[in-house]
Every structure is written in structure tokens, then in C-alpha cells.
């Protein structure tokens, strides 16, 4: 049951809950007008009737996050450079904005002035949560579509796990995501590939441009290239190279 008091010119509802122990826990909610303590009143009750209650906590999204994060990375074995990846996000891209709300007074309004407010800001704004000073021409370089869409995906992941800890009753993601930004890359014709090999003098930059070139390598897999993967001698003297790894 749940109870109204009068308290001057506002309105306490008091009622009883059990917590995560099975304790039980008083807890007072103050109100300007009868009419709204009155709708709580029912409000509560209700979910104590039908277990749907959700118990207080005044858990940031900073103290949230920052706990998930490490139990997600065990439960799936997540590679390092996945963990650090998401951990750059959560420090650089949503904590310096709502990191001090708590999680239970977030509404998808909030988020959606997030994704607002992260498509005018550059990149590298933050760096391990501190800001950093950017230059001019920096300052230009705003944050992508992509970079927005893969904040979103996080707290989607994220919040639907404070629902199932009980934190939340509904997720506040928004159920649109972000559009991901779609950039077309001009793409060399072989005239002008032989064009930038001939300007490299630099040898070991000629190699690696021109095993990119030959064998669509990404970045991490030409830096990752080590001697014993060349054969000169394979393919009947043509020359063979084989990926394997990455850097």
C-alpha cells in the first residue's frame, strides 16, 4: 500500500518495497499538487500488485557503463582491441555528454539530443574522457554518421542489459538508429597506379604500395606482412606473398 501526507504546500507519498535482498525499504516521493501524488499513489501500488515495480537506484550511466563493459568483455571473450574500441566510446563519446545522468531519469529525448550534439562535434574532442584542444582545421573534421550509428549500438546492447539487471523497466534507446555515412572512394585505373609507384623512391614504400595494389590489401594486413610470407621463388619465379595475420 502506498500512502499521501501532506507536507506544507506539497504532497509525500510513502510506500514499502522489498530490494534486491528481500529487505524491506520506506520510501518518500514529494509532489506539488494532490493530483499528482494520486497518480503516483495508484501508479505504484499497481506495480506492486503485479511485480513490475522498479526498485530505486540512482546508478549514473558513467557507474553503469563502466561496469558492463568488463563483464560483456569476459562473458564474450572479446578481443583487446575490441574492448579498448568500445572503451574509447564509452569514455570520449558518451560519458563527457550523460555519463552523470542517472539511468533511471533517461528518456529518448536525451539520447536524441546525444546523437545532436555528437554530429557537431570534431573528432577527437575527447581522448581517454579528457578534451583536448583542437586546432582550427581540426575543429572542422566533424564526427560521422557511422561513428553516431556505432554509439548507438552500444547503448542498445548496453540498456538492454540494465533492463534485464533490473535497473531499467524500458530501454530509452530510441528504436531508429542513426544513418550511417556513405562515402564513395575514387578508385585508381592502372595508368595511374604505375604513375605513384614511379614517384616512390623509397623502396620499402614502393613494396607495400604496390602489394597493397596488387593483392587489395587493407592497412593492418600490408602492416602485418613479414619476410617469410614473401616467396620470390614461388609461382615459377613470378613471386607469391600469402596474408595470415594482421597489425
Not at 163 to 192: C, F, M, N, T, Y
Request: proline share 4%; aromatic share 8%.
Amino acid at each position: 500500500m502506498a500512502y499521501i501526507t501532506k507536507r506544507g504546500s506539497s504532497y509525500g507519498v510513502r510506500y514499502t518495497y522489498q530490494d534486491e535482498q528481500g529487505k524491506n525499504c520506506n520510501k518518500w516521493e514529494s509532489f506539488s499538487t494532490k493530483e499528482e501524488a494520486t497518480n503516483r499513489k495508484k501508479q505504484i501500488e499497481h506495480e506492486l500488485a503485479n511485480g513490475t515495480f522498479l526498485i530505486p537506484s540512482t546508478i549514473t550511466v558513467k557507474e553503469f557503463l563502466m561496469e558492463w563493459l568488463p563483464k560483456q568483455c569476459n562473458k564474450h571473450k572479446w578481443a583487446p582491441q575490441t574492448y579498448q574500441s568500445n572503451l574509447g566510446t564509452v569514455q570520449n563519446l558518451i560519458i563527457p555528454y550523460i555519463g552523470d545522468m542517472q539511468m533511471q531519469k533517461l528518456k529518448p529525448y536525451h539520447l536524441e539530443d546525444l546523437y545532436s550534439t555528437l554530429s557537431k562535434t570534431p573528432c577527437g574532442q575527447y581522448l581517454e574522457g579528457k578534451k583536448q584542444v583542437l586546432s582550427e582545421k581540426q575543429q572542422q573534421r566533424l564526427l560521422s554518421g557511422t561513428t553516431i550509428h556505432e554509439v548507438h549500438r552500444l547503448l542498445r546492447t548496453a540498456f538492454q542489459y540494465a533492463v534485464e539487471w533490473g535497473i531499467l523497466i524500458k530501454s530509452p534507446v530510441p528504436v531508429d538508429s542513426p544513418k550511417k555515412s556513405i562515402q564513395e572512394r575514387a578508385i585508381w585505373d592502372a595508368d595511374e597506379m604505375w604513375a605513384a609507384l614511379a614517384s616512390m623512391e623509397d623502396p620499402i614504400l614502393h613494396l607495400a604500395v604496390h602489394l597493397t595494389l596488387v593483392g587489395a590489401l587493407r592497412e593492418g594486413e600490408v602492416a602485418g606482412l613479414t619476410p617469410e610470407d614473401l616467396d620470390f621463388e614461388g609461382a615459377d619465379g613470378t613471386g607469391t606473398f600469402r596474408i595470415n595475420k594482421c597489425m
